[in-house]
């Protein structure tokens, strides 16, 4: 006959109900640390990704600015600044770095980096919608003059924003 008494007084029951206590309060802090760890090496593979990624996208910019300065500085009757700059990572990323990089300093120097582009760009888009104008009349062609002055003397800032944004990175990149 079964009765609490005897079933409350059965060893076999304390040996379960403190290897189930045991395996609880072992399991679920062994658990959550492997959680935790391999989240904190995934957020540091998609850091370095990130600062790779953005990086690239700098240099690459800094590469299509010099391109556009010696384009402009050409002293040519008609320039063509035709190429557009790539701003794509530099806008999609401009929320998550913040998340990731866990360094205010570097991301405000990638936004001043970003935010310099993006009027050269701009500028950029303008011109190419002027040189969409058939009748290149003498009006538009003073207008890309001033343009083009415009641009020259703003691509040194650009140029020392995106070098300061690399600098900032290759120092968080060392510094991992």
């Not at 007084?9 to 760890?37: C, E, K, M, N, Y």
């Not at 794509?88 to 935010?115: F, H, P, W």
Request: with cysteine; aromatic share 6%.
């Amino acid at each position: 006959m079964w009765t609490w008494a005897s079933h409350f007084l059965d060893i076999s029951f304390w040996q379960h109900l403190l290897t189930t206590v045991l395996g609880v309060a072992l399991g679920i802090p062994a658990a959550l640390w492997v959680d935790r760890s391999i989240r904190r090496h995934q957020q540091r593979a998609e850091r370095g990704q990130l600062i790779e990624a953005l990086s690239q996208s700098l240099e690459e910019n800094l590469s299509l600015v010099n391109r556009l300065e010696s384009e402009l500085s050409d002293n040519r009757p008609d320039p063509q600044p035709t190429d557009p700059l790539d701003l794509m990572l530099l806008n999609s990323t401009s929320i998550t770095k913040y998340e990731s990089l866990d360094s205010i300093r570097v991301c405000q120097s990638i936004d001043s980096a970003r935010y310099r582009l993006t009027c050269l760009d701009s500028k950029l888009e303008n011109a190419r919608k002027l040189l969409g104008d058939s009748n290149r009349s003498a009006l538009v062609r003073a207008v890309m003059q001033r343009f083009n002055q415009g641009c020259v003397a703003q691509i040194p800032d650009v140029r020392s924003a995106i070098e300061s944004a690399k600098r900032e990175l290759q120092e968080l990149r060392s510094g991992r």
